[in-house]
């Protein structure tokens, strides 16, 4: 039998890393595995996973999990996927001491958090489930207490009215990364954003925010609300995105756009200074207004900008219809607010076919050749629209080319840079 195996690890004193993973058998292996921890002292990294994946955590399965609390050496606990799928942390998790990092599919809420906190050396948890829908009607309640404040690393599923709870339990985090559950799940009777807790996230560095296909402006607005408060406290963060969920197909035409160029704007005008990076996509509008108000920042290295129009099902009503709003002078008063910035791209989120790519390329080259006219009396003789000498290097094919490419959006920051320096020898905007 394939078990026959697991009767062995009781002889191997010296191990330290085990992975097992089991079948759809309703976890009927771990019995055999549970015969062995007193042999497995040397453990300090275990991982087990399960192939199926029921609604619902079966209890018996978790309950023959319990040896693991007698492995006190691992620093390292990854359990995943049925029927361990959304448990609440165990009782026997507790006797982990040593444990620095949990990659599982635990079920976190307000009232079981001292769970971890009885492990002092934590610093890592992924997987976790910390959404509202699971443990109480639309979160907004008390703000947990600041248990696990040694956690700097945190990879959770969450409600957005439970941001400012997952900020209160986790003060110390460093790297954060939130996927925002569907709204369609929730009473919107029942949402309450619950206040920001004080200064929160001074340690953050990197922020993801991953949404799945927030379909209310109201919700998204809410969440939103939130993580700007959250970020006036975050004076080190460095890296900012604002997403779509990897996982989500935008070419298949299902994703809405809960940001607007207003968010954009307020992320420009408030975000800690510190910021180097930061990415917005979907965007509902791209407008000059996204951009114009935005104040000097000169730690922003890279900015990407990711616009999904409001119908983008018809190519000819895209084309017609739902042009982005930037013109060269939204771009130019962008260029004088980041006068470090190294990285530009402003994109579009339905770059699924070629007439929509295309109708796409030819307005930031268009872009290009309008930056490139201000301010010069008459073009230089055999000059390109894209400041280069037709020399070819990487642009987009001889014919103009339908895709827009890497060196193109280097050619856009280019052209707002001579054009700056231009406004500058002539001591008058240019636009």
Excluded at 166 to 180: E, R
Aim: charged share 20%; with cysteine.
């Amino acid at each position: 039998m394939a078990w026959a195996t697991l009767l062995q690890l009781s002889r191997l004193g010296r191990l330290e890393t085990l992975a097992v993973a089991f079948p759809d058998d309703g976890g009927a292996g771990l019995r055999y595995l549970a015969r062995s921890p007193g042999g497995l002292s040397g453990l300090t990294s275990l991982s087990i996973s399960f192939d199926a994946l029921p609604h619902s955590p079966d209890e018996a399965v978790i309950a023959a999990l319990s040896f693991i609390g007698r492995l006190v050496g691992l620093t390292h606990l990854h359990l995943r996927h049925a029927p361990v799928h959304r448990m609440a942390p165990p009782a026997w998790l507790s006797s982990l001491t040593a444990l620095t990092r949990i990659d599982a599919d635990l079920q976190l809420s307000p009232g079981n958090l001292a769970a971890l906190a009885a492990l002092p050396a934590l610093r890592e948890l992924r997987s976790i489930d910390y959404s509202a829908m699971w443990w109480t009607a639309g979160g907004g309640g008390a703000l947990p207490a600041a248990c696990c404040p040694g956690v700097t690393f945190l990879v959770t599923y969450i409600h957005p009215s439970d941001i400012a709870s997952v900020a209160a339990a986790f003060p110390g985090l460093k790297l954060a990364v939130l996927q925002i559950l569907n709204d369609d799940a929730y009473d919107e009777e029942e949402l309450r954003f619950a206040a920001v807790p004080p200064a929160p996230w001074r340690n953050l560095r990197i922020l993801r925010v991953y949404d799945l296909d927030l379909h209310e402006r109201h919700i998204a607005a809410g969440a939103f609300s939130t993580l700007l408060s959250l970020l006036r406290g975050a004076g080190e963060l460095t890296d900012l995105s604002l997403e779509p969920d990897p996982r989500v197909d935008v070419d298949a035409g299902y994703v809405e756009s809960p940001w607007t160029d207003a968010d954009v704007a307020a992320l420009l005008a408030h975000a800690p200074a510190a910021l180097e990076s930061l990415t917005v996509s979907p965007i509902a509008a791209l407008t000059d207004a996204t951009v114009a108000g935005c104040p000097h920042r000169p730690a922003l290295k890279t900015l990407k900008l990711g616009w999904l129009p409001a119908v983008y099902g018809s190519i000819w009503l895209y084309q017609l219809l739902y042009r982005p709003e930037l013109t060269p002078a939204g771009l130019l008063a962008l260029g004088r607010a980041l006068p470090g910035l190294q990285s530009l791209k402003v994109y579009c989120c339905c770059e699924h076919s070629d007439e929509v790519e295309s109708a796409w390329c030819q307005l930031k080259r268009a872009w290009v050749e309008q930056l490139n006219a201000l301010g010069c009396e008459q073009p230089a003789l055999g000059a390109r629209a894209d400041g280069s000498d037709g020399g070819g290097s990487g642009g987009g094919g001889s014919d103009g080319g339908l895709r827009w490419t890497v060196a193109d959006d280097a050619a856009l920051l280019l052209a707002i840079r001579r054009a700056l320096a231009r406004e500058a020898a002539a001591g008058v905007r240019l636009a």
